[in-house]
């Protein structure tokens, strides 16, 4: 087993003289902080800088702040900026950690569900063995299908079978590689880019949530009982393979592991080896935000769909889900197309749909794919933004929610998870951060996006009548340092399920309102968090809270709860009201 503790610090270290978008002190061999790995500030608003950054070939992240985005790469990346033409000051030096080398490496016959490295995150080993493991368990709801080898596989060099998991109650048909398939399909992927290891322990926890929930929950249930789910949660082992060779001390692999493009790459952050999954699809292949040179972490590659991976991806999204849409930009699928496409990766909170070769071009279904956006904001919660990467972050060319759109016509996303700042940032954040932070936040969006695949481009029906807000006035004491306290709103004549987005208006009259705990509880019992107790002195609550409710029933008894935690202050519930 491969077991490390957490030891990456990021340093935080801007260079005294330095302030964001000017020009600003960097690193020298005399001056440089310890650690092999620097993030540079740079100056690039939205527009030609931008695209100009990307495409002379820097490392840069998936993160903006303001007119600023940010590159990785050594102490000698700040002069090449400055070279190039663009202001840059050091935003965080990351310091090496102390680290011991993994005891084996990912090549071996034994696979070990345990193997993890950098704290807690799995190896592809572990991976491969936990979807070993689901299925032997869940013979009743799952399929596993090899859908291709790895670019090392191919070469006997090792690598990797290419492997999906299908989830849903199986039935005659169901999982079959066949775009006429009885159910819709909602489809995610981690680890495209190896080094995001968020996403492929965000992809481990939805498979369990799923197989362990069916049967008990009642969302999971009724998910499965009529919609398949596929899981891949790592789209490039072999760039992962690198990635976890560092153990306590990850490699910044972003990039497959194909190496005959650029021989002389020199292993950085800002020289690697590879070809960039995300840039190497057909769909306007070459275009913004992509790079001719090998070593550039956003290397196209030699010609469109070059790679092992991306044709096997590709091959696999076809047998999956029938092609609906012309071929012009601004083709539309047609309002009966199901199906969703989410490929995960991280960081910044973003939510990007097509197109992302050029913001300024339209999809034919801009409309529901930017109305699944804003509804997957609302749930995520604030920090979060959505829009086409163009508009948000940059135009980039050849990725793959552009190719599933464009061939297919398929609603696709790409999910940026992770803060840009603080202990859960990054590439390689604290693995108490998957449980505490991440999981909590991407849950109810997988839920609402697969709950989307039936029809995410269908026209949205008013609710039925009966479904206006409703309010409860009566006052309800609150006792101090007591007893949770409810008042119940009841709805009737309102059919289906509640909104994604459903909205709960509060009102409490309190002298200390971070003494309260609010919860919304759902007729099933189920309880919605709306807020926990903190250090807020102020009085009274006049706030009106989003809930994610669609996995429940509109109609039914719906209660407020509030409990005071502390001691010293009083209260009353004045008024609520819910929109379900």
């Not at 007591?482 to 208006?505: L, W, Y």
Request: charged share 15%; proline share 6%; aromatic share 8%.
């Amino acid at each position: 087993m491969v077991s490390f503790a957490v030891a990456l610090a990021a340093a935080g270290a801007v260079i005294a003289g330095g302030a964001p978008g000017s020009a600003g002190p960097l690193p020298d061999a005399a001056a440089a902080q310890p650690g092999p790995t620097y993030v540079y500030k740079v100056h690039a608003p939205l527009g030609q800088q931008s695209q100009d950054l990307l495409g002379r070939g820097f490392d840069v992240l998936e993160q903006r702040d303001g007119d600023s985005l940010f590159v990785l790469g050594g102490k000698d990346e700040g002069t090449r900026l400055q070279q190039a033409g663009f202001t840059a000051v050091v935003d965080q030096v990351l310091a090496p950690p102390q680290w011991t080398p993994p005891a084996k490496k990912s090549q071996v016959d034994a696979a070990d569900i345990n193997e993890t490295f950098y704290g807690g995150y799995h190896t592809v080993n572990a991976h491969y063995a936990h979807l070993d493991a689901v299925a032997a368990q869940y013979p009743s709801l799952t399929t596993l299908v090899d859908y291709g080898d790895s670019w090392k596989k191919t070469q006997g060099a090792g690598g990797y079978d290419l492997r999906a998991i299908c989830i849903t109650k199986l039935n005659a048909g169901d999982c079959a590689l066949d775009p006429n398939a009885p159910k819709p399909r909602f489809f995610v992927m981690g680890q495209l880019h190896a080094r995001e290891l968020t996403t492929g322990d965000v992809a481990w926890r939805w498979i369990d949530h799923l197989t362990s929930g069916y049967g008990t929950d009642a969302s999971v249930t009724a998910l499965l009982d009529s919609t398949e789910v596929w899981v891949v949660p790592q789209a490039n082992p072999d760039g992962v393979n690198i990635v976890q060779q560092g153990g306590n001390s990850p490699i910044y692999q972003r990039k497959n592991a194909n190496g005959t493009n650029g021989s002389n790459c020199g292993g950085s952050a800002s020289s690697q080896l590879g070809i960039d999954l995300n840039r190497n699809t057909s769909s306007h292949w070459g275009g913004q935000g992509t790079s001719s040179a090998p070593c550039d972490q956003t290397y196209k590659g030699p010609s469109a769909n070059s790679e092992v991976e991306t044709q096997a991806l590709q091959s696999l999204w076809r047998s999956l889900y029938k092609d609906k849409r012309g071929t012009a930009p601004g083709d539309a699928a047609p309002a009966d197309t199901t199906g969703v496409v989410v490929s995960m990766h991280s960081y910044s909170n973003l939510i990007l749909f097509p197109w992302g070769y050029d913001s300024t071009q339209k999809a034919g279904n801009d409309a529901p794919l930017r109305k699944m956006g804003t509804d997957l904001q609302a749930i995520a919660g604030s920090g979060w933004t959505s829009g086409q990467p163009g508009e948000v972050l940059y135009n980039a060319a050849g990725a793959t929610d552009d190719w599933v759109y464009d061939d297919l016509g398929v609603a696709s996303f790409v999910w940026e998870i992770g803060p840009s700042s603080g202990s859960c940032s990054g590439f390689f954040p604290t693995y108490s951060c998957q449980a505490g932070t991440f999981w909590p936040k991407v849950k109810p969006m997988l839920t609402y996006a697969a709950d989307k695949a039936a029809g995410p481009y269908a026209t949205t029906t008013p609710p039925p009548t009966g479904c206006d807000t409703r309010t409860n006035d009566t006052d309800v004491a609150i006792p101090d340092n007591g007893a949770a306290v409810t008042s119940t709103i009841t709805i009737a004549d309102c059919t289906g399920n509640a909104s994604a987005t459903s909205q709960v208006e509060v009102h409490v009259k309190h002298t200390y309102r971070g003494d309260l705990v609010l919860d919304l509880v759902a007729s099933d019992g189920s309880s919605y968090r709306l807020k926990s107790s903190n250090n807020d002195s102020g009085d009274n609550i006049d706030t009106t809270y989003t809930a994610n409710l669609s996995s429940e029933l509109r109609n039914g008894d719906w209660k407020l709860k509030v409990q005071d935690v502390a001691s010293q202050d009083v209260g009353n519930i004045d008024t609520w009201s819910l929109t379900v």
